[in-house]
């Protein structure tokens, strides 16, 4: 049990940090079930953002499903406005939509993510969601 940025207390570790190619701020990653468990056919981890962390736009070859455990944040599908994120919020992501998922800019955000895995990799990163674009999502906050 270890305490995220906003004294709140996780059920898992709050695991390492998150590369900096993929991520923008704060961000810890947690491996809970490694793809070498499960054939290799999928993989489940926690991911913890600080305020203002957030991943890269990016998709997944078959989708992923965001299980939102503490805080508040965003995901957003490139187009489309962004949906809040709370405890509790359960996302569905569509394989090969291009989004992006974070904290938002006053709140931590914790979710954990089952993702499956094809080719060998769950996920095709793409270019930063820039401080504008977070800005936008986060001005009427
Ligand atoms: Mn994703």
Known sequence: MEATNNQTVSIFPLGNPGPTEWFSGEVHVQTLVAPEQMEGLYTVGQVTFSPCGRTNWH???????????????????????????????????????????????????????????????SVTWMTPVTDEEYAEVNKNN
Do not use: F
């Open 59 to 121: 998709t997944h070859p078959i989708g992923q499903v965001l299980l939102v455990t503490e805080g508040k944040g965003w995901y957003q599908e490139r187009g489309k406005p962004a949906q809040v994120l709370t405890q509790g919020t359960t996302v569905a992501i569509p394989k090969d939509v291009e989004h992006w998922h974070g904290a938002s800019a006053d709140s931590n955000m914790v979710h954990i993510a089952i993702s499956n895995i094809t080719d060998g990799s």
